[in-house]
């Protein structure tokens, strides 16, 4: 019997490109159901106790302290994180709640059903295994909304400078729940750039204090050798249908534009590890309260 879920065309494109396209993966059913989990989500959220006021108003060490934490310890909670354009200079909030937030993480994967199956079943693990995974984990997953007129752009990046391992391991699984296009802040990605663009910089929890920083990871002689693709001509759109999944190579260097449209652009992701691979104890996201990441 074939268990295989990516025929070989998809993982050779995946190796050439460092993105992958599958449409139709899940139905308009399933990607209506995660919408609507995802709107009920927005409309629980408490602003009491939120530090969003803390982020925009609060000048003093402690109250950075709180929103630090507030993402630093995330990983395994389901915790929002505010558009930087919902507030005014006062640090008021100018938006209604439900259309104000950028994102809900880290680990949707772990406490809310409807996402934990999605995440955590034989589809995923046979895709993962499919793309050289040994002993895959999932270590975080996100809503990303992009509410009309207010998403903001998500500037270029490498995810493995967030979700670093010893040997490079990270991928990205990111769901279309709506069409995205380039109107309401679809992907771009350069192809062909997890082969020729190290990873430079990681994202670490500053050892000086609370909050994070950016630090070099590629060696000298690396960053001669690589070729610098950071050219906006070279960036291809990936505009998709609702049902689509996307896989990230983790050292494929991406972006999505803002979204000054009237439609929202939903999606969900996860990442993934793999848990052979070391796991430095500086990464910013770390095993919260002794839990393990979540093998699948
Ligand atoms: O969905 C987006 O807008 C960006 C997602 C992304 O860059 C990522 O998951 O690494």
């Known amino acids: 019997m074939n268990t295989n879920v990516l025929t070989k065309e998809q993982l050779?494109?995946?190796?050439?490109?460092?993105?992958?396209?599958?449409p139709n993966f899940f139905t308009s059913v399933k990607a209506q159901e995660l919408r609507t989990a995802a709107e009920n989500l927005l409309e629980n959220l408490s602003l009491d106790g939120h530090p969003m006021t803390k982020f925009t108003t609060g000048t003093t060490e402690e109250n950075k302290h709180v929103g630090d934490d507030y993402f630093l310890q995330s990983g395994n909670k389901i915790r929002y994180f505010f558009e930087e354009g919902a507030f005014n200079e006062k640090g008021d909030l100018i938006r209604?709640?439900?259309?104000?937030?950028n994102k809900i993480g880290h680990g949707l994967h772990m406490l809310h059903p409807l996402f934990k199956e999605f995440s955590t079943n034989k589809t995923i693990s046979?895709?993962?295994?499919?793309?050289?995974?040994?002993?895959?984990?999932?270590?975080?997953?996100?809503?990303?909304?992009?509410?009309?007129?207010?998403?903001?752009?998500?500037p270029s990046h490498q995810d493995s400078s967030f979700l670093y391992t010893e040997p490079l391991s990270a991928v990205g699984f990111w769901f279309a729940l709506e069409d995205a296009t380039v109107e309401?802040?679809?992907?771009?990605?350069?192809?062909g750039s997890h082969k020729t663009t190290p990873i430079d910089k990681r994202f670490v929890r500053n050892p000086n204090g609370s909050g994070t920083i950016f630090i070099d990871s590629a060696s000298q002689k690396e960053l001669q050798q690589s070729v610098q693709?950071?050219?906006?001509?070279?960036?291809?759109?990936?505009?998709?249908?609702?049902?689509?999944?996307?896989?990230?190579?983790?050292?494929?260097?991406?972006?999505?534009?803002?979204?000054?449209?009237?439609?929202?652009?939903?999606?969900?992701?996860?990442?993934?590890?793999?848990?052979?691979?070391?796991?430095?104890k500086n990464n910013w996201l770390q095993p919260e309260d002794g839990e393990c990441f979540t093998s699948i």
Request: proline fraction near 5%.
């Open 12 to 22: 050779q494109q995946f190796d050439r490109d460092g993105c992958l396209a599958i």
């Open 96 to 101: 209604q709640k439900e259309r104000a937030i």
């Open 126 to 154: 046979t895709i993962a295994k499919q793309l050289g995974f040994r002993s895959p984990q999932i270590l975080q997953s996100m809503l990303i909304f992009k509410q009309p007129y207010i998403g903001g752009q998500v």
């Open 184 to 191: 309401n802040g679809c992907l771009w990605f350069i192809p």
């Open 229 to 280: 693709n950071e050219d906006e001509k070279e960036f291809v759109k990936l505009e998709v249908k609702a049902g689509t999944l996307v896989l990230i190579h983790g050292s494929v260097v991406h972006k999505s534009g803002p979204n000054l449209s009237e439609k929202s652009r939903y999606i969900y992701t996860f990442h993934c590890i793999d848990g052979e691979a070391k796991y430095p």
